[in-house]
């Protein structure tokens, strides 16, 4: 089945720095990717919708200067945290589709930022 | 109102019990409905999913969709102690052409042995 690669799985940085996720379409490609965040015992909250080779659409109330969503190819998207404060400390999940007309969605494993 | 909505729950059940999980949404055009399990600390991991009313069957787990309703459920059965995980409702809206899925608040289910 199709596997999504998100990594790193858990990153600790100190306030203020900026911190790279990555997440990998490793066996189809995904014009369609997904970020959510999901704060401990709540459910998960879409951040943004990047296409591949288009600008990031951001749900209202998500920071676009803050979060940074970079879609260059069809296996590969990354979220930025710039200038990451404690209050972004979360759990950043990534999704991806294949295209339209694909109903599956795939989720990486999630990455863990805690901003100290 | 909220897009999609479940019970937090928690919906405890005995071993071997039928557990019931419920979902509605609001918007009516919808056309993809689907059953995630999260543990904690993990991604999210799909059950089912679902796209015409009626129920679908896989293995223990049954997906019933009313879209005049606006309901999905998941039935459990033969719960087993490794069922206990939140369970995660989440519909692909219509009213978005980027087939974004949103998610219900989740339900924690355990299973007591």
């Known amino acids: 089945g199709a596997v999504v690669s998100q990594h790193p799985s858990r990153v600790i940085c100190k306030s203020g720095t900026s911190v790279k996720i990555e997440c990998r379409s490793l066996d189809f490609q995904a014009t369609t990717m997904f970020w959510y965040r999901q704060f401990p015992k709540k459910s998960l909250m879409l951040m943004a919708t990047?296409?591949?080779?288009?600008?990031?659409?951001?749900e209202q109330g998500v920071e676009k200067d803050k979060f940074l969503i970079n879609h260059a190819s069809l296996t590969l998207s990354t979220l930025t945290v710039t200038s990451a404060h404690p209050e972004d400390s979360s759990f950043y999940i990534c999704?991806?589709?294949?295209?339209?007309?694909?109903?599956?969605?795939?989720f990486g494993s999630g990455t863990r930022l805690t901003v100290v | 109102q909220k897009e999609v909505e479940q019970n937090s729950g928690p919906l405890s059940v005995p071993e071997g019990a039928i557990a019931s999980l419920n979902c509605t949404y609001s918007d009516r055009g919808s056309q993809s409905f689907f059953w995630y399990r999260q543990y904690s600390g993990k991604s999210p991991e799909l059950i089912m999913s679902i796209y015409s009313n009626g129920d679908k069957e896989d293995g223990r787990f049954t997906a019933q969709l009313n879209k005049a309703s606006q309901y999905v459920s998941l039935l459990i059965r033969d719960s087993q102690p490794s069922d206990s995980a939140t369970y995660l409702c989440a519909v692909n809206l219509i009213s978005s052409n980027t087939g974004k899925l949103i998610f219900g608040q989740g339900t924690t289910l355990q299973v007591k042995p």
């Open positions: 999704s991806a589709r294949e295209g339209p007309g694909h109903y599956g969605y795939t």
């Open positions: 990047s296409n591949e080779g288009s600008k990031a659409t951001y």
